[in-house]
Structures are given as C-alpha cells and as structure tokens.
C-alpha cells in the first residue's frame, strides 16, 4: 500500500519563518503551492511542509529518525542554526531538537554515529 506523509508546521510570518527552515533543512523547498506555504520532500513521499497559520503557529512538534544524525546536527551548524535541545536515552537513541522564532520544535533522532 502506497502512502503519502505530510507533516504540517504553522507560522505567523511565512516570510520571516522560510529563510530560517531553509537553513535548517539546508534547501530551498522542493515546491511552493502558494503565496504562504512551503514544502521539502525529507524522504520519498514524505514532506514537510510550513504554512501561515497565525492562530495554530508555534505548537508543533515533529520528529524525524535519520541513519546521519550527527553529521546532519554538524551540517545544520554549520548554516548558522544550533539546537535548543539535545538529549540521549537509554539505548544511546539520541533526540536534536531545533526550535524556530514561534516555539515550534523540530527534531531529528538517531544513534550517534
């Protein structure tokens, strides 16, 4: 069965919030279907996408598990954006979490490479 994942992040400021995410995902967004959304293709069929949604912004919280966590924590650095949060459970799983100008969080976890 196919299936299709759109993850959702609301902004107040569509144009503040995009240099920011294209920073922290390293790209320009993979399409713009309008004047207030932005969409990344993270993995195939799979996006995430920031919308102008004033009344929502700032309450979203994704997680996404990748095999190069600390490389992509180091790449992410390296374009200027340091995570709010890092921490390490039992098992060495590890959680980066960012957070952008509305409070939302955006993380990535792996096991340290």
Not at 5 to 24: K, M, N
Not at 81 to 104: F, H, I, L, M, Q
Request: net charge negative; no cysteine.
């Amino acid at each position: 069965m196919a299936q299709d994942l759109f993850v959702g992040i609301p902004v107040t400021d569509y144009a503040a919030a995009l240099p920011w995410y294209e920073r922290l995902f390293g790209r320009r967004p993979s399409f713009l279907p309008n004047d207030v959304e932005a969409v990344w293709e993270m993995a195939e069929n799979r996006y995430v996408y920031i919308v102008q949604d004033p009344e929502r912004a700032g309450n979203a919280l994704v997680l996404s598990f990748v095999d190069d966590l600390d490389d992509r924590v180091a790449e992410i650095a390296r374009r200027g954006v340091e995570p709010a949060r890092r921490e390490t459970y039992d098992g060495g799983v590890t959680k980066v979490t960012y957070r952008d100008a509305e409070g939302n969080e955006i993380s990535f976890g792996g096991v340290p490479g």
